[in-house]
Structure formats: structure tokens, C-alpha cells
């Protein structure tokens, strides 16, 4: 069975910082880009990283520059997502996502997504 299950997420005041967990099984999770998106309620999901398989090139939106860093671990097949200084326009829910070779900022490309995690930031 295929999952993508999401955690780390919560709340937290501006500026703090949390450490999301995307966790894999049932593919092979060396063979997938792992996309984190994000939806906020009244607006449309937007991508906000993206890691390669190999893990060495990572996307990030203009949005979360500087502030988020994505990584993963083979071994773990787990993709974490730091998120620092945050402030309240990254309050959403945080979703990953997986799909072959490359990143796209499509969601409708990719073929796994986890359940979502809710990350809420309060001014």
C-alpha cells in the first residue's frame, strides 16, 4: 500500500519555526520527486518546495526562499520540510506530494499525496 503520511505540523507565533515530516512507503522512493504544497482556506494550493531524487536540487517558491529548507533521507524514506521565521501567510495545510523524475509545479501531475498537516501561525 502506497502512503505519504504528513507530520510536525501545529501551531507556532511569528517568527518560530517548525520541522515537517513526510514519511514513504510502497514505491520506490528513490524514483520520486517529493513536492510540498500548501493550501490556505479561500485560496489555491500553491507548491512551495520541491526535492529531486537525488536530493541535490531543491525548488523553492519566492514565497519561502530563505526561510524553508527542504532535505531527504534514503535511508529513512522520509522528506522533511524546516520551515524558520515564519509568519502568519504560511498558515495552511501542508501537503506532500510524490511523482516520478522531476518536479513540476502541477499538482495534477503528481501521483501520490499524503493526508496534509495543519501549520498555523499566529501574529
Known amino acids: 500500500e502506497v502512503q505519504l503520511v504528513e507530520s510536525g505540523g501545529g501551531w507556532v507565533q511569528a517568527g518560530g519555526s517548525l520541522r515537517l515530516s513526510c514519511a514513504a512507503s510502497?514505491?520506490?522512493?528513490?524514483?520520486?520527486?517529493i513536492t510540498w504544497f500548501r493550501q490556505a482556506p479561500g485560496k489555491e494550493r500553491e507548491g512551495v518546495s520541491c526535492?529531486?531524487?537525488?536530493?541535490?536540487?531543491?525548488y523553492y517558491a519566492d514565497s519561502v526562499k530563505g526561510r524553508f529548507t527542504g532535505s531527504r533521507d534514503s535511508a529513512k524514506k522520509t522528506v522533511y520540510l524546516q520551515m524558520n521565521s515564519l509568519k502568519p501567510e504560511d498558515t495552511a495545510v501542508y501537503y506532500c506530494?510524490?511523482?516520478?523524475?522531476?518536479?513540476?509545479?502541477?499538482?495534477?501531475?503528481?501521483?501520490?499525496w499524503g493526508q496534509g498537516t495543519q501549520v498555523t501561525v499566529s501574529s
Open positions: 506530494a510524490a511523482r516520478r523524475y522531476s518536479c513540476v509545479n502541477n499538482g495534477l501531475l503528481y501521483t501520490f
Open positions: 510502497g514505491f520506490t522512493f528513490d524514483d520520486y520527486v
Open positions: 526535492i529531486s531524487t537525488s536530493g541535490l536540487n531543491i
